[in-house]
Each structure stands twice: as structure tokens, then as C-alpha cells.
T-cell receptor, first 114, second 109 residues
Framework: SAVISQKPSRDICQRGTSLTIQCQVDSQVTMMFWYRQQPGQSLTLIATANQGSEATYESGFVIDKFPISRPNLTFSTLTVSNMSPEDSSIYLC???????????FGPGTRLTVL | GENVEQHPSTLSVQEGDSAVIKCTYSDSASNYFPWYKQELGKGPQLIIDIRSNVGEKKDQRIAVTLNKTAKHFSLHITETQPEDSAVYFCAPGDDKIIFGKGTRLHILP
């Protein structure tokens, strides 16, 4: 299995500021995904982080608001920019790994914007 | 894109009874059908999955059945225990998975 860690685990931020979330995987993986889970809701895919190229964003999500870096095959960052209270969510990274490309998830970053 | 529906949204069962959660999807190209369990304060964890060339898979008290023609798959939990209380998500797809809205399962003592 793939072991995924995220930093920070939680944060409380002021509106208008930005927060960068880190995702570290213990193995090299081709694809990494970033999800948002709003309180009491399901997971929504934000973007696919591609190594060596720009991230691919899903409908409703834009690079200016959620810039993503993917400097190597084990690491990615997601920045939540110019935050508002509506950005309060859990942000999760995930990777497909193994022969069957099983999807593994990080523990999540719980963000509260005041 | 994939349209995923999950039923029921909430399910309460007596401890020891069985629980069944159903997921329907729209993309006939989907060939990967996982179920995730999410406990409070944690990320989703894969509990069982099935590929499109198989109709049923079982792992102890948990099973998944797939009807590709009807485009639905179900999670079956037998002999439910208190620790089965959680939110369960289906997430059909392939390279990219789309989550259902989730089912909150309560196991009653």
C-alpha cells in the first residue's frame, strides 16, 4: 500500500490569506489527486497534479484560486488562495498505487477560514 | 461526465443484522468499483473493490456485487458491529473516480 502524509493536519486562517497544503507519498506515483470535502458532504475532485506539467482542473476550479505544484513523483502542494469562509473544508490528496491502481487517501487537512 | 447516485443516504441497522448500500452510475466505460469507509476525522479508506470482469467479491463480512448491465453495484455488510458505524462512499470510475454522496450507517446496540 501507499502511505500518504499531509501537512498541516488542520489550520485556522483569516479571510484573504493563502494556505499551502503539502502531500507526501512514500512511493513514486504517476498521478496525484486533490479533493475537497465540505462539512457533511462527499468528496469533490479539484484537480489532477501532473509531474512536469500543469495540473488539470475540474469544472468549477481554477488555477488562480487553487495553484498546484508537483515537483517530483512523491510530492505535491495545493494552495488555497485569497481564502473566504466558503473555503472551509477538508482537503485531501490521493494516489492510485499498486498493480490494481488502488486509490489511497491522505488523512486530510481541515481548514477553517474566519 | 459520470453521474453517481447512492442509496440510502442514511441507514440504521440493529447490531448483528445486515446492511446493504446501493450505487448506480451512468458511465458504461467505468471498470473499477470501490467502496470507501470514512470515520470521523479521517480520510476515506478502501474497504473492498471489484473490477468489471467479476460479478461478486467477498472479504469476510463485506461483499460487493456488480451488475454492469444495469450499471449498479452494492455493498453488503453482514453481522454488523458497532465499529461499522461510519460514512460509506461508492466511487466508480477508472483513472479518475467520482464519489457518491455517501451513506451514513448507524449500528444500533
Amino acid at each position: 500500500s501507499a502511505v500518504i502524509s499531509q501537512k498541516p493536519s488542520r489550520d485556522i486562517c483569516q479571510r484573504g490569506t493563502s494556505l499551502t497544503i503539502q502531500c507526501q507519498v512514500d512511493s513514486q506515483v504517476t498521478m496525484m489527486f486533490w479533493y475537497r470535502q465540505q462539512p457533511g458532504q462527499s468528496l469533490t475532485l479539484i484537480a489532477t497534479a501532473n509531474q512536469g506539467s500543469e495540473a488539470t482542473y475540474e469544472s468549477g476550479f481554477v488555477i488562480d484560486k487553487f495553484p498546484i505544484s508537483r515537483p517530483n513523483l512523491t510530492f505535491s502542494t495545493l494552495t488555497v488562495s485569497n481564502m473566504s469562509p466558503e473555503d472551509s473544508s477538508i482537503y485531501l490528496c490521493s494516489v492510485p498505487y499498486g498493480v490494481a491502481d488502488t486509490q489511497y487517501f491522505g488523512p486530510g487537512t481541515r481548514l477553517t477560514v474566519l | 461526465g459520470e453521474n453517481v447516485e447512492q442509496h440510502p443516504s442514511t441507514l440504521s441497522v440493529q447490531e448483528g443484522d445486515s446492511a446493504v448500500i446501493k450505487c448506480t452510475y451512468s458511465d458504461s466505460a467505468s471498470n473499477y468499483f470501490p467502496w470507501y469507509k470514512q470515520e470521523l476525522g479521517k480520510g476515506p479508506q478502501l474497504i473492498i473493490d471489484i473490477r468489471s470482469n467479476v460479478g461478486e467479491k467477498k472479504d469476510q463480512r463485506i461483499a460487493v456485487t456488480l451488475n454492469k448491465t444495469a450499471k449498479h453495484f452494492s455493498l453488503h455488510i453482514t453481522e454488523t458491529q458497532p465499529e461499522d458505524s461510519a460514512v460509506y462512499f461508492c466511487a466508480p470510475g477508472d483513472d479518475k473516480i467520482i464519489f457518491g454522496k455517501g451513506t451514513r450507517l448507524h449500528i444500533l446496540p
